[in-house]
């Protein structure tokens, strides 16, 4: 089986190489566990390291404050969007019903999955995509008016990623030691594998984030929870034994 590697320091060596091909990953944590930056590293590493364009469907975050944000690591996702190598679609305005200056997305007269859909595989045939991520499940849920409805787009859109071949991620917010995966009890089902952010907050040296790779089909993984910081580069998966101090 062929892998697609997140690029991330630390984290494909626990998972035979990497995500396995065209099957899409569940990205879960607590707010600020890092899957927003998480997600934008798997598609920014995928574009400057593998060759391998991607898409980043934006539902949560406005499109030019994530461009801002990962300055600091020193991604140029502008540089990157010229090339063709990397697309942003902003879904993060349809919602409220306000115009979006982006090049990609949704109309704002309302949130419209089948839009979105197209949208998606017009944009992943023209650049060849091969990774994809959707951010995130809570904030498209958002647009429904009942979690029968949430699901049945969960569904949808996790069909059509795989029907399309793209190596996908869809992230989902759940508490911190809530005993489900994602917000609406489905994405686990509908996902090949299940990687969990944990913050504990506990406080003391190092850090008190880590990651946990929970579910990966057709896969040997690590079964540990692997100390990760967020640093100068973006986030990094360390050795349980390790030492780690990155500031
Ligand atoms: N430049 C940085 N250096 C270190 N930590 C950072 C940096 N930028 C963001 N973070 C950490 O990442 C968190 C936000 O990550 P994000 O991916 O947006 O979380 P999520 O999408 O899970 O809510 C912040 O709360 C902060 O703790
Ligand atoms: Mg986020």
């Not at 090339?83 to 982006?102: C, F, H, Q, Y």
């Not at 030691?177 to 190092?206: T, W």
Request: charged residues 30%; contains cysteine; glycine residues 10%.
């Amino acid at each position: 089986m062929k892998r697609i590697k997140t690029g991330i320091t630390g984290l494909d060596e626990l998972m035979e190489g990497g995500f396995p091909e065209k099957r899409a990953i569940l990205v879960s944590g607590a707010c600020g566990t890092g899957k927003t930056i998480f997600s934008m590293q798997y598609i920014y590493n995928g574009a400057v390291k593998y060759n391998e364009p991607g898409i980043y469907v934006t539902l949560d975050e406005r499109p030019e404050l994530i461009r801002e944000d990962v300055t600091r690591f020193g991604w140029d996702l502008r540089k990157l969007e010229e090339k063709k190598l990397i697309t942003i679609i902003d879904g993060s305005v349809a919602r409220i019903g306000m115009p979006s200056d982006e090049e990609f997305s949704l109309p704002m007269t309302g949130f419209d999955l089948d839009k979105l859909l197209l949208e998606i595989m017009r944009v992943t045939k023209r650049m060849g995509a091969k990774r994809a991520v959707i951010d995130s499940i809570p904030a498209l849920g958002f647009n429904f008016e009942n979690e029968q409805e949430t699901r049945k787009a969960i569904l949808k859109l996790s069909y059509m990623l795989m029907r399309i071949g793209v190596t996908s991620i869809m992230t989902s917010e759940i508490q911190e030691g809530a005993a489900k995966f994602g917000r609406y009890e489905v994405e686990e089902y509908v996902v090949d594998g299940v990687v969990v952010l944990h913050y504990s907050g506990i406080g003391g040296g190092g850090t008190n984030r880590t990651i946990h790779i929970r579910k990966m089909r057709a896969t040997k993984h690590s079964e540990d929870l692997h100390p990760v910081t967020i640093g100068k580069t973006g986030i990094k998966v360390h050795g349980i034994e390790e030492a780690y101090d990155e500031s």
